[in-house]
């Protein structure tokens, strides 16, 4: 039975070509982002032990909880904490299976705390951060159609979508860049830079206004003098990672909400607004492929989280942002592909209702051609689709 697989040409003006682009991210210690981190941490903890007890990856989704942010007092050269920053875990997770039962509170617990250490790099794990574990068990109907048959692949667990595209702009391009530098050579170099970034990029035409907030870590800034520097020093840094990847016209700004006369600045003990009453929440932030793209088609589903065998929100985001790349990388006459894929819940996933791709040829190319590589990766990765399931819990995919 062949897949439903439908090629088609796209009749829009490639992404470069419009006039007006935003594109946002949230790093990794934007509360957000911080939240997705400690989902996913949790559903790859979970999965590890279910595969070491008894072979098999079990029913769970870890894909709901809340960073309820603290209260703290910055300052330069320390800061306090007043009140710590506390994560609620919530979802479902299979506690007993054929007798063996299994501790996932505390296999959640210690997940979380583990990534938010090595996240949250200032913060005292003793003081400043509370984890709270609410998991579930899942509902009869859901855990059923889990188990996939001997002949089929797993079963979806639901009837949603996943979305992807290729190649990134500009823009987008640029953005990662960023947040890549800022995490690791600047901040190795300037310790003072905090976890928690916010890279908002507008292109209008050829000229690209990039608007960058960063926590800087009070313990390592002396003043406001000092303070002062790090954001004329981050300003040039950044400006020169962003014209590696453009000829247009750049400018970095960064935190544009401070007002250094009224002693208001960007100040924090530990490097996230998390500290100061900021909450985050699973999917509220960035989607599989690292951005917030308002000009692209995106799926609202929440990566994070969620189980890696069936579920849809996170398998088929997963790899449609894959498929797209890989046809861009493999097939030269694309300018432009998006590609989305539609489960039905019950179907097996390599089964999808649809998979649909989207293609802005270049000019001149003859589409027919096109549309047989295209098709044929398509169908090649729903083949391999369980690859997904494996590159999730070893870590090699990023969902956020």
């Known amino acids: 039975m062949s897949r439903n697989i439908r090629v088609e040409a796209l009749d829009q003006t490639p992404i470069e070509q419009q006039r007006i682009e935003l594109v946002e991210r949230k790093g990794i210690g934007h509360p957000d982002s911080l939240m997705d981190g400690i989902a996913e941490s949790v559903s790859r903890a979970l999965s590890r032990a279910y595969m070491e007890e008894c072979g098999a990856v079990l029913h769970h989704n870890t894909d709901q909880g809340e960073v309820v942010g603290g209260e703290t007092r910055p300052a330069f050269g320390g800061g306090r904490v007043i009140k710590p920053i506390?994560?609620?875990?919530?979802?479902?997770?299979?506690?007993?299976?054929?007798?063996?039962?299994?501790?996932?509170?505390?296999?959640?617990v210690a997940s979380a705390r583990d990534y938010i250490r090595e996240t949250l790099t200032n913060a005292d794990m003793d003081r400043d951060v509370i984890v709270d574990c609410r998991l579930g068990e899942g509902s009869t109907d859901l855990r059923d159609v889990f188990r996939p048959c001997q002949d089929t692949k797993p079963r979806a667990n639901d009837t949603s979508f996943g979305v992807g595209h290729a190649p990134f702009s500009e823009a987008e391009t640029i953005v990662r860049g960023l947040s890549d530098a800022i995490d690791g050579p600047l901040r190795r170099k300037y310790p003072v830079l905090g976890q928690d970034v916010k890279i908002m990029a507008l292109r209008d035409g050829d000229s690209i206004t990039l608007t960058v907030a960063c926590a800087m870590v009070g313990r390592y800034c002396s003043g406001i003098h000092e303070y002062l520097e790090v954001k004329e020093t981050l300003q040039g840094e950044l400006e020169k990672v962003a014209r590696r990847h453009t000829n247009r016209q750049v400018r970095v700004d960064v935190n544009t909400a401070d007002n250094p006369d009224a002693g208001s600045v960007f100040l924090t003990v530990n490097g996230t607004s998390a500290e100061m009453g900021d909450d985050g929440s699973v999917g509220r932030g960035n989607r599989c492929n690292g951005l917030i793209t308002p000009n692209r088609p995106m799926s609202m589903e929440a990566t994070s989280g969620k189980n890696p065998i069936n579920h849809i929100g996170k398998i088929y985001n997963l790899l449609s942002t894959q498929v797209a790349q890989e046809c861009v990388s493999e097939v030269d006459e694309i300018e432009e592909i998006y590609i989305r894929i539609l489960s039905q819940i019950g179907n097996p996933i390599d089964r999808p209702l649809v998979a649909s791709a989207q293609i802005i040829p270049k000019d001149g190319r003859n589409f027919r051609a096109i549309s047989r590589e295209v098709e044929a990766?398509?169908?090649?990765?729903?083949?391999?689709?369980?690859?997904?399931?494996?590159?999730?819990?070893?870590?090699?995919?990023?969902?956020?």
């Open 86 to 108: 506390y994560v609620l875990l919530v979802g479902r997770a299979t506690k007993e299976f054929n007798g063996m039962h299994f501790p996932t509170d505390s296999i959640a």
């Open 377 to 400: 990766i398509i169908d090649a990765s729903l083949e391999n689709v369980t690859c997904v399931t494996e590159k999730v819990i070893s870590g090699e995919l990023k969902t956020f």
